[in-house]
């Protein structure tokens, strides 16, 4: 069955400091795709990555980046830096192939991140 | 370029009573739409997922329905809330395997 969890459910730093925000997935289907979301106290969904399961290629944009590796089912989120911008609340999610390209997202719980001045 | 419009942004509504919640999303055609529910402190849910005018598909059985009158609206529907509908509902459109673009959300409290 397909299911992702997010292990940490709150985590607090000090501006400044890295962090890693943890995903693992599971999924039957060899054609997949996992997104990051970032929940602002407002409460939209800003989307921030998609990556297909046939690239593992890590991914940086700015003080973000993205390390996928389908031998453990995981992809991390790192953001190097954190500002108290940073804080809101960070949805991993995966989406497959087998779901007739509906686009259905399954979400983990999500990690709430606190990053304090 | 592609926007998606959820309304209203709040409401507090009696058990009992019924919901419309309505979304819209402008420049694109043939969207795929959903409804995700998020309960407090909690992930989101898919509800409902719509491929084309008329077409719903229910994830979950709820108290809740869905329809899709027009190509790019996306309506949340219950006869008689109860006090579990509470929650934050999101809208979202997505093209086919992409990404999933996100409403502002509707916060409902159902008292």
């Known amino acids: 069955a397909q299911k992702v969890t997010q292990a940490q459910t709150e985590i607090s730093v000090v501006e400044k400091e890295d962090v890693t925000l943890d995903c693992v997935y599971e999924t039957r289907d060899t054609t997949y795709y996992l997104f990051w979301y970032k929940q602002p106290p407002s409460g939209e969904l800003v989307f921030l990555i998609r990556?297909?399961?046939?690239?593992?290629q890590n991914e940086i944009s700015g003080r973000y980046s993205w390390n996928f590796q389908k031998s453990t089912s995981s992809f991390n989120f790192t953001i190097t830096a954190s500002q108290v911008v940073d804080s809101a609340v960070y949805f991993c999610?995966?989406?497959?192939?087998?779901?007739?390209?509906?686009?259905?997202?399954?979400f983990g719980q999500g990690t709430t991140l606190q990053v304090k001045p | 370029s592609q926007t998606i419009h959820q309304w209203p942004a709040t409401l507090v509504q009696p058990v009992g009573s019924p919901l419309s919640l309505e979304c819209t999303v402008e420049g694109t055609s043939n969207p795929n739409l959903y409804w995700y529910r998020q309960a407090a402190g909690r992930g989101l849910q898919l509800l409902f997922y719509?491929?084309?005018?008329?077409?719903i598909s229910s994830e979950v059985p709820q108290n809740l329905s869905a329809s899709r009158p027009q190509d790019r609206q996306f309506i949340l529907s219950s006869k008689k809330l109860l006090l579990s509908d509470s929650g934050f509902y999101l809208c979202?459109?997505?093209?086919?395997?992409?990404?999933?673009?996100f409403g502002q959300g509707t916060r409902l409290t159902v008292v």
């Open positions: 979202a459109w997505s093209w086919t395997a992409s990404e999933a673009f």
């Open positions: 990556r297909n399961s046939f690239d593992e």
């Open positions: 999610a995966l989406s497959e192939a087998l779901s007739g390209n509906t686009g259905k997202l399954i």
């Open positions: 719509s491929v084309g005018i008329g077409q």
